[in-house]
């Protein structure tokens, strides 16, 4: 199983904000890069969206650990079976650490294919949640 972590992203919010940023899926097309994908539908405990390349890719929350970590699965249907693991660590007073870590059981030949797109796209998510400003405390 291929497993890759993305850089650790330092956000100017607390983990709560953070927390329930992420573990909502209507803040995924927010996160997501545009460039590749589209046709995002949100629903309370699964989206799905088309993927450029790949297809219609689906996503279920498995598991939420308060404020501190976010499980979410491929769901049924997806061309992958994968998990991405969302770690939320406080940092500081109003700052929260961000780390995202994919697993993928994907056949070698995928995964020499698939690791370099992999980890840009973990640390595109990382990017993009350092660009989120969170006004203020909860």
Known sequence: MLQLNSKTGTINGSP????EYVSDFRNMENILPKEI?????????????????????????VEKIPFSQIKI???????????????????SANQTKVN?????????????MAKKPLQQFIDMLADKMEQKVFNGPD
């Open 37 to 61: 994908m589209s046709n995002i539908e949100v629903f309370d405990h699964h989206c799905r969206f088309d993927v450029l390349g790949i297809g219609k890719v689906g996503l279920q929350m």
């Open 73 to 91: 699965a491929a769901s049924e249907g997806s061309p992958a079976d994968f998990n991405l693991w969302i770690h939320i660590l406080p940092h």
């Open 16 to 19: 709560e904000q953070v927390f």
């Open 100 to 112: 995202f870590v994919l697993h993928a059981g994907l056949n070698v030949f995928l995964e020499a």
